[in-house]
């Protein structure tokens, strides 16, 4: 209703863009989660083919800059999506899905590759150039390498890289020159894909970095926090089907532990007590080994 | 750690692991929830086996076999 | 575990790990609470520095021989 | 650790493992038995063969990674 | 091993481990109570630190690769 | 330790490890003997056969898996 | 190895480990001593730290089986 009132005011706009426009507003409250994705750089072959894969969970419109603002201004107060607006730049088109933004984020990363990078790019991270050897014949690349930084040298009929060294750091322009030379060496440092820029649910907007949850990290988590429940389950003495057996043992354990360095004269562990008092004397014996006469021949031999 | 404590108590207790559950889990145990904690941690879960994630480090620490 | 997983979340949250503690956190996870279990396990943590406790491997007895 | 012990002791004295004998064992040691916690120990061992799980402790020396 | 069962209850209730102590805790599961190993039980930890001893490797090692 | 030397002292002297033996050598060395700790680890000799206990410390000399 | 199981006897009894000491030893356990052997040994001995040799190697290896 929003979005009449402002083609109200907006007299001159034609039916097709109010047309455009009331889609992007019935989508947004049509979904639980609506978002603005940047697609720069990715060509249409591909976005086709990630439309395709998307299909059924991630709905993707491409819509004029101008539109998308103004269908996301015409949203009432108070409505979250609204504050999309300040997203729109660039080459982007807007996502819906029935999702969680969580989920959204995931699938709209694994859609992510690599490619090389052309002059004018920018370094989405620090490229760093590995030192060693390249498969590359000596010739003028050596100083095509040096030229933009790279500390490139030969060695043993090879050109080869001397030293780790950053070549461009995180937000910097890549030149015509050195993306050449990355790509000679096979450094395909820029992403492309679908890059969720922002995402609304409800009344909460997500940036990407709130959305990348690690997922080792969190299987590690879970690894510790099973550990802790385990380490004081045992501490305490917290006798549960899952840690009985573990109590038995360190029970026992600790019993033998005490049996054989108290001593105490158990005929369970008499042989462990024997076997550590020989350890002992053979350990000293093995200190005094090479002095005159100190041991017999039959410890020294042990000992030697 | 909280989220994952009511996290595994959920999986343990045979429970699905949602927003629902774990909300209401923290809750009760006097937690001021964080609505996209909660639902970043159920996100995530579903690439994550806990069963395997638990199994890894956890019961390391007890003799492999009586573990199992 | 579900209850020791319910003692941890109230400790980690800066609450006393009590019995009625224990069993609302248990409640809110949807499991049925033994009463018996609840007071056993808060027995038990009397007196455990759980922070230390949760971090000291499980089987000190084990390894470190050379340490030894 | 002593419900533990008690048991094992009775385990070893031949007697089977149950609350009377657990909680005798304990007051003999001069232990303010914990009614709750001696029930959660015989429960816990319902169904455990005590002997394997005593010969399973020598090779309980694995370290605890996880828990270091 | 139920003098040492014996002795470690004791000490893990926070007891005195002596004569006495042993010997009733022996007796309440069930043991017949050889005094000569008391006695022996009691001298020998004289003076030992027992929460170190329990600590401390106690198979002079559990062989690394069998413990794996 | 110290019985356990006297032990293993009559023992490679080829004399029989007795209660008599045990005491003199700790008596030479200056020991206060505990008679019971003499009989408990007679007692606890028996049937064991010392030079194969003792021999499993050959591999002492190797603190390659003390290492591990 | 009589001489240093003696020396070793002497040692853990807190005993000073001299000649007259080892020789007496040797004696109660009928063994026929050779004044030489006692002589560089106890020569050997001085300066060398017996607890800290002791300590390294005590767990240095020890027999699975035994364990068992």
Known sequence: MNAEAEVHHSEHIPQWKKDEIKKIVDGVHSHKVVGIVDVRGVPADSLQKMRRNLLGKVEMRMVRNTLSTIAFDSLPEGEKAKELAKYVDGQMLIVYTNDNPFKLYKLLNATKSKRAAKGGDIAPSDIVIPKGPTSFKPGPLVGEFQQVGIPAGIEGGKVVIKDTKTVVKQGEKISAKLAEALTRLEIMPIDVGLNLMAAVEGHMLYKPEDLGMDEDLLRDMFAQAAAHAFNLSIEAGITTKDTIEPLIQKAVMESKALAVNAPIFEKDVMDLIMSKAEMEMLAVAKMVAGKENALDDELKAKVQ | ?68
Do not use: Q, T, W
Not at chain 2, 16 to 45: I, Y
């Open chain 2, 1 to 68: 750690m909280e989220y994952v404590y009511a996290a595994l108590l959920l999986h343990k207790a045979g429970k699905a692991v949602d927003e629902a559950g774990v909300s209401s889990v923290l809750k009760a145990a006097g937690v001021e929830v964080n609505e996209a904690r909660v639902k970043a941690l159920v996100a995530a879960l579903e690439g994550v086996n806990i069963d395997e994630a638990i199994s890894k480090a956890a019961f390391a620490a007890a003799p492999a076999p009586a573990a199992a």
